[in-house]
């Protein structure tokens, strides 16, 4: 696990990674950033996150910019119903979102988690009109990676990281595994892949399938986990890491 130094536990406890940096799941007080953004981020940061988790997909112009959605709907509140992929980064640079933040590119987010050592998981999005686009322009722009950086890639496409592995081989990589795709997803596509870590639905974290994953050189993150009660069974049975939306909510469960 070498390559995922900046992903392992921390303190005896399962290393915190902020969810699209923070997202309003729980009642916090004045609200919280909206998702997948700076702002977001600086969020997650604040609230004791040693890592973020965020999303990517292809814009109009080529780069990759942090979102989950194929479309601005869900991220405008309906304002802006355009497709992404439409857009050429400097519009989508120019949406306006809540709470005063902007979209932001990858290179945008990175530039901003290496200055403060903050480990990144970049999910590559699958419902793209096209996945080789994301994975070439992921390739492109991580291959140079700095290994003092960590960086996680992640998809819940066994193609498009097997694409991404052979452009970008020292790159780590993650894949993710919803309960409907575990035993074609995990069980037969994980040694093949050769990926370096299994990211679980975190139902579908027993002790039996941990054990397994570590046994077999795997780190193993949960996601998305927000109850406190579930993060403490994670953390007893050796999770390695929490993907979650509440950092400061499971750092005070953990501590």
């Known amino acids: 696990m070498i390559r995922l130094q900046g992903f392992s536990r ?5 290393r915190i990674l902020g969810h699209r940096g923070v997202r309003a799941a729980d009642a916090r007080p004045g609200g919280v950033p909206p998702e997948n953004t700076l702002a977001a981020f600086e969020q ?8 973020i988790e965020l999303d990517v997909r292809v814009c109009a112009t080529g780069e990759l910019v942090v979102l989950h959605d194929p479309t601005l709907e869900r991220i405008t509140a ?18 306006p979102l809540a709470r005063g933040a902007t979209l932001s590119l990858l290179t945008e987010v990175l530039a901003f988690a290496r200055a403060r050592r ?6 590559l999005k699958r419902d ?19 290994p003092a950086h960590p960086i996680l890639v992640s998809s819940f496409d066994p193609a498009m990281l097997a694409g991404f592995a052979w452009l970008a081989p020292r790159v780590p990589r993650a894949i993710l ?28 974290a027993t ?8 046994a077999a ?13 579930e993060a403490r069974r994670l953390a007893t049975i050796g999770v390695d890491g929490l993907i979650t939306d509440v950092p400061a909510l499971l750092l005070a469960a953990l501590a």
């Open 217 to 229: 050189g795997k780190l193993v993150n949960a996601w998305t986990v927000n109850d406190v009660d």
């Open 177 to 204: 595994v919803h309960p409907e795709q575990w035993r074609r997803t995990a069980l037969v596509a994980a040694h093949p892949l050769d990926v370096d870590a299994v990211h679980l639905e975190h139902t579908l």
């Open 10 to 14: 921390v303190h005896g406890r399962p």
């Open 128 to 146: 793209v009109p096209s996945r080789t686009a994301v994975v070439v322009a992921a390739a492109r722009l991580l291959r140079s990676w700095d």
């Open 44 to 51: 997650a940061l604040r609230e004791g996150a040693e890592g």
């Open 78 to 95: 309906g304002a802006d119903t355009r497709a992404a992929f439409d857009l050429p980064a400097r519009e989508l640079a120019r949406v």
């Open 207 to 214: 002790p039996e399938r941990v054990a397994g994953l570590h």
């Open 118 to 123: 903050l480990p990144v998981n970049v999910e």
